[in-house]
């Protein structure tokens, strides 16, 4: 059934009449790129929170990774908030929650002893970017049909990333000038925390509440199995993340979680394949699609994972650049982002060719950027020599994240498409990438100290320098078999199912009937 609103014009009824119409969908657009600048701490200011707070820095990655997870938890339950809630009431509990976390936040970081309240900084984390993605869901859930007045997510997947993924990237820089700038690592949260203020008390004088449709019942909303699921995925990142500090198997604490981790994932998967509306659907495992595309997801993360690793090791240790001098690269990676997703758009719209043939561009530019860093990394490197490769980087990743969320949409039906999203986030949003790290780490103090026992006379710097240039052409070597089989890989441009997206009062009448069963 198509959509009745397509073909008409674009309103936002949610909104109050004086406010013009023309105006509506831009301030919705600005309130969705604050929501993308959310978060309870920020990766800019990691080296001034250690030096103040007493944590370590594990402690506050693990803390942002809690944020991470946040992230792709919410897709399940996101229709079954909209139909029963108004955008009103979903936005302005959303934009409260998210600053009452983030000055309980700065709260807890004022006790002497902060590795008490470290569960806390972390649940704080979670549901703050949990509220983060139920806005921007809301945000652009109301602005999509103007964004894309026929709906086709072949426009809008671009277009939304152009928000999201550029702002995740402007939100590192902005973090680190205004840390630097304003000598206080809490500078981010608070201008974050005056910029959300201007949002609810636009939200509340300019809003109201309108229905589309009779309120869903909220029942039959798996909230333990959300709980069960979340859980485990940041016990697995857990045991990655910190494997290393605890030496692995030595570590009775370490053992500990892994037991944990194992009894945690068994009540999920049976709760998921035994309650009749569960967090996970486990009909959306069952598509032949979803594990290849999982597998490409896995393969990006762990070629995207080398700069977290890799180049921070040789600009911090080798080139001994700080904070400000590495800032800039945040820049270069929002020009990449924008550029990546413009890119998409225009192949999608105009050139019409097979979606493998952009993922094999995407993932080209992304092995680009590893030969480069392979063949550039030496200790009289101009800082000039990183912007290219940054950009490669950035450009290509963002065409590979771009058409993989448009090709997992095409070949789900709709119903499991956002189940599919959350299972698609246990390998993108924090797990793989705390894995890889991990072991990009573990295998360069390998190769470290294979280098310094070696026959040849290194220095700890030549042997750290040899070690990342080793793990850079390791990386080289399987990105280029990877390469290969999408070259290989021909698949026909997928029939697009975006076409027949059902609006939202006849999915809301759809979900009713799903209820009653």
Not at 65 to 75: H, I, N, R, S, T
Not at 123 to 148: D, G, H, P, R
Not at 421 to 445: H, P
Not at 467 to 495: A, E, N
Request: include cysteine; hydrophobic fraction near 50%.
């Amino acid at each position: 059934m198509a959509d009745p609103m397509i073909g008409r014009p674009f309103a936002m009824p949610m909104l109050k009449d004086f406010i013009p119409k023309k105006l509506q969908p831009w301030l919705y657009l600005v309130c969705a790129v604050i929501f993308q600048l959310v978060n309870t701490i920020y990766m800019g200011s990691i080296s001034q929170m250690v030096g103040s707070t007493g944590l370590m820095r594990e402690d506050i990655t693990f803390i942002f990774l809690c944020g991470v997870v946040g992230v792709a938890m919410p897709f399940p339950v996101l229709f079954r908030m909209k139909f029963r809630f108004t955008n009103r009431s979903l936005e302005l509990f959303s934009v409260g929650g998210m600053i009452i976390c983030i000055l309980l936040t700065l709260a807890l970081f004022n006790f002497t002893d902060a590795h008490v309240t470290l569960p806390l900084l972390c649940l704080l984390s979670f549901v703050c970017c949990y509220l983060k993605l139920m806005a921007t869901f809301e945000i652009f859930s109301n602005i999509q049909l103007w964004m894309t007045p026929r709906r086709d997510f072949r426009i809008f997947f671009p277009l939304l990333y152009i928000v999201v993924l550029g702002d995740m990237s402007g939100g590192a820089w902005v973090s680190s000038q205004l840390t630097y700038f304003g000598d206080s690592w809490q500078t981010m949260q608070w201008f974050v925390i005056a910029l959300l203020l201007v949002v609810w008390l636009f939200l509340w004088t300019c809003t109201r509440h309108f229905r589309f449709m009779r309120p869903l019942p909220f029942l039959s909303i798996d909230w333990l199995g959300g709980v069960l699921w979340s859980v485990t995925l940041l016990e697995l990142i857990w045991l990655f993340h910190y494997g290393e500090y605890y030496n692995w198997w030595d570590s009775r604490l370490w053992r500990g979680v892994v037991v944990a981790t194992v009894i945690t994932a068994y009540f999920a998967v049976s709760r998921m394949r035994h309650i009749h509306h569960p967090y996970i659907d486990p009909k959306a495992f069952r598509y032949k699609t979803l594990l290849p595309i999982l597998g490409m997801f896995a393969v990006a993360e762990v070629m995207n994972a080398t700069p977290q690793v890799l180049q921070n090791a040789f600009t911090g240790s080798i080139a001994h650049w700080g904070m400000m001098t590495t800032a800039p690269l945040n820049l270069i990676t929002i020009v990449g982002n924008v550029t990546g997703c413009l890119f998409c758009l225009w192949w999608m719209k105009m050139t019409r060719q097979a979606y493998t043939r952009l993922l094999t561009i995407g993932f080209a530019l992304l092995l680009s950027y590893q030969v480069a860093m392979y063949f550039i990394v030496y200790p009289g490197l101009n800082f000039e020599m990183l912007i290219v490769p940054t950009f490669l980087r950035s450009f290509g990743y963002t065409i590979f994240f771009v058409t993989m969320t448009l090709y997992l949409e095409e070949l789900m039906p709709f119903q499991h498409f956002f189940m599919g999203l959350t299972i698609c986030g246990f390998i993108r949003n924090g797990l793989l990438s705390t894995m890889t790290e991990s072991i990009y780490a573990f295998l360069l103090r390998y190769h470290i100290m294979d280098n310094l026992v070696s026959a040849h006379p290194y220095t700890p710097e030549m042997s750290l320098l040899t070690g990342i240039k080793q793990l850079y052409g390791v990386t080289c070597m399987g990105g280029c078999f990877f390469l290969l089989l999408l070259m290989l890989w021909h698949v026909s441009p997928v029939r697009s199912t975006l076409k027949h997206l059902p609006y939202w009062g006849k999915l809301g009448h759809e979900m009713r009937k799903e209820l009653g069963r």
